[in-house]
């Protein structure tokens, strides 16, 4: 009796050589890219879950995780490329107009994965990452709050890459919120009135810590900024729009970006 021909373990070692060639690949385009000027900061509007989902056809809370998922993946990636900052919007506060059952299990998968990603990840502790979580965490279920308070103060002292965490956030509220204490610091007397300036503005943003705003990745094929980073965005910040659902993004998908970086540089440093 003749043996049938083992196809699927065929199939699996053609699988297996294909991603082995494909990360080899990658890792070649990260030497490539080292070779230029690479941002210090990179800023990612995480879009297009949802709609990962509805194409996938299933729940809207699986195209959630495929979108924590994409976050490792990007973040990684962020750190052979030697990135000093890394900032990701994960909800804005509009977003709680969403669905009631939506928002729930979003705070309830962000409050797990992202307490995971401090506590037991060994990129965060092998690369010393520290992780701030900003925005207007008041709004936030007192639970999830008190997680995410946790995670700054377990990561507060690491001195290696800077992960912030926009969650939840709005750039308009951040300005807002900074205005507000430069004011109060004049009330106080501690400033002078006459004196503010632009970089006292600055200094009471939520990303005072972080290096200037380099380029700024959105997926899903928009132009907009969706109330992100608007003043950071505003100092000569390279905005890349790139057609791939956040769960989708890839090595690839950040190449194209930063090969777009190094080339506007490239004609722009003259």
């Not at 900032?87 to 299990?105: G, H, K, L, M, Q």
């Not at 507060?156 to 890459?161: A, D, E, L, R, V």
């Not at 810590?209 to 380029?215: D, I, R």
């Amino acid at each position: 009796m003749l043996e049938m021909f083992p196809f699927n373990k065929l199939a699996g070692l053609c699988s297996g050589l294909f991603n082995y060639f494909q990360l080899l690949f990658a890792e070649f385009f990260v030497l490539v890219l080292l070779q230029g000027p690479i941002p210090k900061h990179i800023g990612f509007i995480m879009d297009g879950n949802r709609r990962f989902a509805r194409m996938k056809k299933c729940e809207i809370k699986d195209g959630h995780i495929a979108g924590f998922n994409g976050l490792k993946t990007v973040l990684e990636w962020c750190l052979k490329l030697k990135i000093e900052t890394v900032t990701v919007y994960a909800f804005s506060i509009d977003n709680f107009n969403r669905p009631r059952p939506e928002v729930e299990a979003l705070m309830e998968l962000a409050k797990l994965r992202i307490t995971e990603l401090a506590e037991n990840s060994h990129y965060v502790k092998q690369h010393n990452i520290r992780i701030q979580l900003i925005g207007k965490l008041d709004l936030l279920p007192e639970d999830v709050k008190i997680a995410m308070e946790k995670v700054n103060e377990k990561t507060k002292n690491n001195t290696g890459p800077l992960l912030n965490i926009c969650f939840p956030y709005l750039s308009s509220q951040e300005i807002s919120n900074a205005t507000l204490k430069v004011s109060q610091l004049c009330q106080n007397r501690n400033l002078e009135l006459d004196s503010v300036t632009v970089q006292d503005i600055e200094n009471n943003l939520y990303t005072n810590k972080s290096p200037q705003l380099e380029l700024l990745i959105r997926t899903s094929g928009e132009s907009r900024l969706s109330n992100f980073l608007l003043w950071q965005a505003a100092k000569g910040c390279i905005f890349s729009s790139v057609c791939v659902y956040w769960p989708q993004i890839s090595f690839y998908t950040l190449f194209n970006s930063i090969m777009h970086f190094q080339i506007y540089k490239l004609f722009n440093s003259v």
